[in-house]
């Protein structure tokens, strides 16, 4: 069975840091594409960073560039979204995701992931 369990959200106030933890059970981070999505109440869930299955790859959404950063430790099986700089409107809840096909794409669509977690309040303070 797999899980995928955040930590690491909290109440931080603009320019600050956080770093997000994904750790994943029932399966291998190295061996998937993972990602990092939000959703900030009436909005829809919107996709922040990916990582490639082999790890070379990454990618992130505009807003974010430069201040988010996503990452992986085999060892510990964990998934990481390290966000500095925060913004108000980065106040959302935070989720890790995993793709089950085992390429290097990197999906940047809800429906190309097939394992969630259940997400991280991440709120920011002006």
């Known amino acids: 069975q797999v899980q995928l369990v955040e930590s690491g959200g909290g109440l931080v106030q603009a320019g600050g840091s956080l770093r997000l933890s994904c750790a994943a059970s029932?399966?291998?981070?190295?061996?998937?594409?993972t990602g990092w999505f939000r959703q900030a109440p009436g909005k829809e869930r919107e996709f922040v960073a990916g990582m490639s299955q082999s790890g070379r790859r990454t990618i992130y959404v505009d807003s974010v560039k430069g201040r988010f950063t996503i990452s992986r430790d085999r060892a510990k099986n964990t998934v990481y979204l390290q966000v500095d700089s925060l913004k108000s409107e980065d106040t959302a809840v935070y989720y890790c995701?995993?793709?089950?096909?085992?390429?290097?794409?990197?999906?940047?669509?809800?429906?190309?992931?097939?394992?969630w977690g259940q997400g991280t309040q991440v709120t920011v303070s002006s």
């Open positions: 029932g399966l291998s981070v190295g061996s998937y594409g």
């Open positions: 995701a995993v793709a089950g096909a085992g390429t290097d794409y990197i999906g940047t669509r809800p429906h190309e992931y097939d394992y």
